[in-house]
C-alpha cells in the first residue's frame, strides 16, 4: 500500500502561483510514476501530469502545459506540482496518484492505483 497526503491548496487570485506537495508513504517511492488529476464541480476527475520513477520524462494536459510543472524528490518521497498563470477555471480539488513502475504509461485516471484525498484550489477572478 502507498498513503498519498496533499498539501498546498489554497485561494488565490488570477495570475497568482501555487506549489501543491504531496508526500507519499508506505513503499519505496521512486518504484512509482506519479500523477496529478483534479475534480472541479460537476465534472469528472480529469489528467494534469504525470512524471516517471526517475523523473525523466513527463506529460501534461494541453489545458495546463506551460503553466503547470510537475516535479519530484525522491529522496523526499514527494511530488510537487506548480501552479503559474492561474485561472478561475483551475479552480478543483487536486490529486495526486500512483502506480508501480511496472504499470504501462498513461494519463487516464483508471491507470493509477493509489490516491490522496484532495487539496482543494480556488482562483477567484
Known amino acids: 500500500q502507498v498513503q498519498l497526503v496533499e498539501f498546498g491548496g489554497g485561494l488565490v487570485q488570477a495570475g497568482d502561483s501555487l506549489r501543491l506537495s504531496c508526500a507519499a508513504s508506505?513503499?519505496?517511492?521512486?518504484?512509482?510514476?506519479m500523477g496529478w488529476f483534479r475534480q472541479a464541480p460537476g465534472k469528472e476527475r480529469e489528467f494534469i501530469a504525470t512524471?516517471?520513477?526517475?523523473?525523466?520524462?513527463?506529460d501534461y494536459a494541453d489545458s495546463v502545459k506551460g503553466r503547470f510543472t510537475i516535479s519530484r524528490d525522491n529522496a523526499k518521497s514527494a511530488v510537487y506540482l506548480q501552479l503559474n498563470s492561474l485561472k478561475p477555471e483551475d479552480t478543483a480539488v487536486y490529486y495526486c496518484?500512483?502506480?508501480?513502475?511496472?504499470?504501462?504509461?498513461?494519463?487516464?485516471?483508471?491507470?493509477?492505483?493509489?490516491w490522496g484525498q484532495g487539496t482543494q484550489v480556488t482562483v477567484s477572478s
Open positions: 496518484a500512483a502506480v508501480f513502475t511496472g504499470a504501462p504509461w498513461t494519463i487516464r485516471r483508471e491507470g493509477y492505483d493509489y
Open positions: 508506505g513503499r519505496t517511492f521512486s518504484n512509482y510514476i
Open positions: 512524471i516517471s520513477p526517475s523523473g525523466s520524462r513527463t
